[in-house]
């Protein structure tokens, strides 16, 4: 369109809503994203998300596996687990660690499996035995219906 120059006299432009934004820092979660959607796709399976549930101070990541069988499943879970620690750590405050998948036969929907550790826990244990890490871990294997230890 058109405007008559002196009609814009004592204009001054407003910083627009959508620059406000920029004032704002991403969060750790949406800056550390790519590097670990990248991470688990080239190691782990394929990524399903990445949330924080705030009530429960826990980073939950969901992950869908090929036919691996149970033993491979947990390990990749610890593996999880220990790398997403490592990258968010210092950067994104959580107590606990979920990780979500499917079946370890390769069925079934994300969330039908789910391991949760304590911070503490994988720190100590996410890179050893994973017998040491599963005494610590609670695990369902029926999408969190029941639970062993």
Request: proline share 5%; aromatic share 8%; hydrophobic share 35%.
């Amino acid at each position: 369109g058109w405007i008559w120059g002196p009609s814009l006299a004592g204009f001054t432009r407003e910083k627009a809503v959508g620059d406000r934004k920029q004032d704002v820092p991403p969060s750790p979660l949406q800056e550390f994203l790519p590097r670990i959607k990248r991470l688990i796709n080239e190691e782990y399976g394929v990524f399903y998300g990445l949330s924080v549930d705030e009530d429960l101070e826990r980073l939950v990541v969901r992950i869908r596996v090929r036919d691996i069988g149970r033993a491979a499943l947990e390990r990749r879970q610890m593996a999880v687990q220990r790398e997403v620690l490592g990258v968010l750590e210092g950067h994104l405050s959580f107590a606990g660690v979920r990780v979500e998948s499917n079946r370890p036969d390769g069925t079934g929907q994300v969330g039908s499996e789910v391991a949760i550790t304590a911070v503490d826990d994988i720190r100590r244990f996410g890179q050893g035995n994973p017998e040491e890490w599963r005494a610590r871990t609670r695990v369902s294997t029926d999408g969190g219906k029941t639970w062993s230890p």
